[in-house]
Structures are given as C-alpha cells and as structure tokens.
C-alpha cells in the first residue's frame, strides 16, 4: 500500500471532511511537492510540535500570506536550479484562502507562479469556534450570524472564488468535493502537470461546525452536489469544461436537513419561503453549469 | 576609487555584491530608488536574481520568508507604512530563524501622513527578533549590509538583520562611497549555506505551533541568542576592518568621548550633525563628545555604560517616540545604569519628528542648557503657535 502523505495520528475531528481532502490531495499529488499552508484547523491538527503529521516538506507562516510564501519557495526553486525537485501547493481554508489571503492569492495568480492552490471550503471560520466567511451560504447559522427575532443566518450567498480565479486568467480551476475522491485525485493529477497557476476548491464538510452526524460527512457532500447547492466542475482558460450531471436533482430540504446550521429553517415560521431562495440558488446552478443529463447523455463516474 | 552616488544606488550597487537570490519589493517613498536600481541590475543580468514585485509590503515580507526557508539568500525593503503592514511578518521571520536582510528607509508613520525621515517605524519592530542596526552615512549603510548577511547567517545566531537608515538624508543624498571589490566581498560573505530548509529529500515542517509548556523556550532561545549575537556583530565588524581596511559596524562608536563630561547619544544620520557641533565646541576647549549606537538590537546596554563611564550629563536624542510614554531610546539607556552608586544625569530630547529639521543651533541649545542646568526639553523646538499657546 502505498503511504499516506498525511499520516495518521493527526487530532482532527472524527468525521473532518478537510484532513480527508488534504490527505487525498497530497496522495495525488505525490512526494515530490513543497506544502504552504495557512493558519487553521489543518495547520493545528498537524503540527502541535514536536509532532508533525506531514510527510512532505511543509511550511506554515501566517493566516493571510499562504500564497505570498508560495510564492517565495518558487522563486527559490526557479532561481537556485531546483525547480525539477518539487511542485508547490499553497492551500488553507476558505477564510484563509477566500476572506484575509485573497490579496495575496490574487497577486500569486497574476505574477504567474507555478503554485497549485487549493482551498478546503467548510464555510466558515471552524477553527475558531464556527463563525461566518465570505464563503458561507445564505441562512447558515453561525456563532457571528445567529438566527434570530430578525435574523435568518447569514444573509448573504457565498463569494464565487473560483469565477474570482478564473477572472485572472489562469489556466486551470475545478470545483470538487471529498464526497468524490477519485474526482480530487485525478484534477489534482491534472492541475500539477500544468505550468502556471492553478486552483482547486474542494467542498469539505465540518460535523463539529455543521452541526452534522461525523457518519454522514460523505453524505452531506454528496448531496451538496446532487442538489446543486454546490456544482462541481473544470474551467480550462476560463471556459467551463465539464461539469458534474445528473438525470434528475434532489431537492435542497434533502441537503439542508441533515445539517443543524440550517435547522432554524424547519422550525421557525417563514422558513419554507427562505428554503425556496436557497433552492432558487441551487436551480440558477443547475442551469449555469447545465447539470441535467440530456437524452444519449451518461452519467460520469465518480 | 571612490563614486559619488546616491544612498540608495550605493545600497543597490552593496546588494548586488551581496548576492541574493531572491528580491521581493513593495514601491513605497523613500525606499523606491533602491528596488528601482535593483530592479535595474536584474534587468540588465548584472544581478541574477528572482525580482518578485509583490502587491502589498506583507507579501513582500513573505515572499523572501518563504524562499528563505527554501535555502536562498534574500531581500528586502521598505520604511514607514511599509514595515507597519510588514510587521506581523517580521515577527513570524525571527520566530523561524531565517537571515532575511532588509532596509528600512527610515520615515515618519502616519497620522498625520508625512513622507520624511524620523525612526518611528523601525522602532516599532524593536521587540520583534530582528537586529536592528543603524548607520549615520552611505558608507557605513553599506558596510553594514555586508556584515548584516554574515550576522544573520551566522550558525550560532540565524536570525534577521534590518538595516536602518535615515529616509532622504542617506537614501537620497549624493555621499562619496568606496565601491565594493568582488573578490574582498566573496571572501567576506562566502555563498549561503542554509543548515535546513524545504526539499523533499528531507521532508521538514516548519512553523508548528507550541503548547504553553514549550512557547516560553521559544521565545527565550531567540533572546539569549540575540545577547550572543553582540560577540558575533564584534567579531564581524573586526574581520570586516581586516578585509576592507575601514572601520564601523560595532555596536557603539565613541567619538571624543575619553575627557568628555557632557555626551550625547543618538542613532543614525543626525551624527554628522552632531560631530560638527562636538568639533566646533571642542575647538573652544569644551569636553563634550558622542556615542553613537549603531546596534539598537541587541541592545548594548554594558557597552554603553562602559563607555560613558565617568561622564556627568548625557543627552539622548531621538527621532522616536512611544505616545503616553515619551522618548524610548532614553529609557533603555537609563536602565543601563540602574543600580549604579553613581550615574549620571540622564535627559531625552525627541527632535526631528517627520523630517523636520534638526539646526545647529538647536542642538547646541540642547547642550548650554542641559549643561548649565535644566533643559529636560523632551520634545525640541515645539511650535506654540501651532499648539496654541505653551
């Protein structure tokens, strides 16, 4: 059996949907990588020294600079002739990634590094003790968005990261989930290979943040997709290659129920109009990414 | 043969010997003339250097913590706002013990927004890890970026160097500087041979978190070595007069000092001033000398006193200032006496805040009536009128 690049050991939560998706990233992408990470749970789980849970040569600076200090052993790499010896991720939550690092990314993307970047979403700061993102969903309750008298959650959509990366014109952007392991392998396989920036954003589940049963993370990712809550899908050069479709979607209640972060909508009155905008989200989605099966069409494998 | 060049060109021109491999920048004033002339060098292949021009100071920093941390030489630089949105970094490179080098330009920190020199930012990082050295002309800011890299580099030290010096009064005046030989500065600074860094043929992780059973070490490791550091900054500067035939680069400098009743202490530029009023005064049979501080950090608390040994009155100038508190270069040199039998008089005066100038006159105003008495002045030359009345 091959050996795992995240050993085990590490403290993650029973049911962590980010040390399932960090441990498959790094399978795919092999030994010979330079790991950057930002502050967070991942970085916590890992490194509570004298212990380490990675395999591969790992660096954690600051919360917001992942990107800038991938940047920097890139450099390094291109200038000292060593740029054979390894490729370089650059990777931290979605507040680390999308909220306090965007600058830093952005400036990564467009100077053009040959850094993979990869985001785990959960949807907000778990680390922290679960409070909001710019990538946490409409109606999300969170200890800095609670529902309440005049509050349903958080009260705005998620930020779209990926078209904010694709609007730099890299040439590689997928949208994936670990409910699909052979999914992250093979578009980290593919990123890795490509010369420049590229960006993976990988739907990672948080039972102790979602308010979820830590058996049903897989679940809960997969429904994400098959409701279209959360599409999953390639952009090459900018244009959406190829997306996940289905022959017929699931209803949003399938998703959101299994979560206590968006309990508030089956208990409190109104909630049934507040289900019908996030399946309005899921619907725009769906038709965007254009995620029903046509008639001759086949299902993708997982 | 000596050049006549910019502050910032002679620092470019002292970089380029020093051979990094990786630049990263942030354009802020008065820092720019020297990224320029670097960016210049690289373009033209006189430097073989990775110039990455980033999109804010913080990157900045985190580009050259990252490549160092992958085992190559770096630089940096910045002043004022720049090192304020750099100091979260600045502290995380200490922390990991990278021999990062950078300048700082030194210049006033806003409110109110003020592009001219005064030290408030280089200050601010004073707890930070880094050595903090000044320099008081072109010529020694050089000098002391080539010892700079042998410090950090150092085995027994691995830890940041900034070199500070004063915004437009050095990085933009024309100063007489002795070029560096190629061959002199390879045999003073040999290539860097990191003892760890990022390479999967030895798999590290670097920047764990620590338990409170084991921060405290953390921290203390960096301190201890920082007071070490004062024997290895000696060593460097003695071999460096060895190799280039001049001086400086210690961590205080006494000028006329030896017969001396009355001293003042500063850092930086404003010691050309000085060493102009001490020879007038000292013409008219007046004993009064200077005792510059090139290292702030470490700090040289024995040296200073060491030096100043004897001496009734000491004035502290500086172009800083702790807000609620007062002068802080003062209070780190009074705590070096303490517990004395007996110590000297000790008085701060703030001068040249947002580059406001520092005339002769004031100075020697500084020193008749210190001299003769009082002259606890704190902040030099106030403009009532501005304030509205005392």
Redesign the interface.
Known sequence: MKKNLLAPGHSACAGCGESLAIRLVLNAAG????V??ATGCS??FT????L?A?????????F??T???????E??????G?KS??KVIAQGGDGGMADIGL??L??MW??WHDVLSVCYDNEGYMNTGIQRSGLTPLDTKTTTTPPGKFSWGNYRPKKNLPLIAAAHGIPYVAVTTVAYPRDIEEKVQKAIKIEGPKYIQIYSPCPLGWRSEPSQTIEIARLAVETGIYPVYEMINGKITSAKKFSKLKPVEEFLKLQGRFSHLFTKEGGDEEIKKIQKIADDNINQFDMILKDGEELQKE | MEKLWEGSRAIAETIKMCRPKVISAYPITPQTHIVESLSQLAADGDLVAEFINVESEHSAASVVLGASATGARTYTATTSQGLLLMLEVLYNIAGMRLPVVMTCANRAVSAPLSIWNDQQDSFTARDSGWIQLYAEDSQEACDLHLMAYRIAEDKRIMLPVMVCLDGFFISHTFEPVEPFEEENVKQFLPDYQPLHYLTPKNPLTFGSFAEPDKYTEARYIIHRTLEESKMVIRETAEDFKKVFGRGGGDLVEDYFLEDADFAFVAMGSIIGSLKDLVDKLREKGEKVGILKIISFRPFPGKEITTALEGIEKIAVLEKAVSLGSGGILVKEVKESFYGRKKTPQINGFIVGLGGRDIPQDSLENIYREFHQGSGDASFVDLNYELLGGK
Do not use: C, D, M
């Open positions: 030994e010979n990588i330079i950057a990470n970085e916590i490194s509570n020294y004298p380490s990675w395999e591969v040569p790992w660096i954690h600076s600051l917001e600079n990107a800038a200090v991938a940047s920097g052993i450099a390094a790499l291109k200038v000292s060593r010896e390894a600058q830093a952005s400036g467009e100077r």
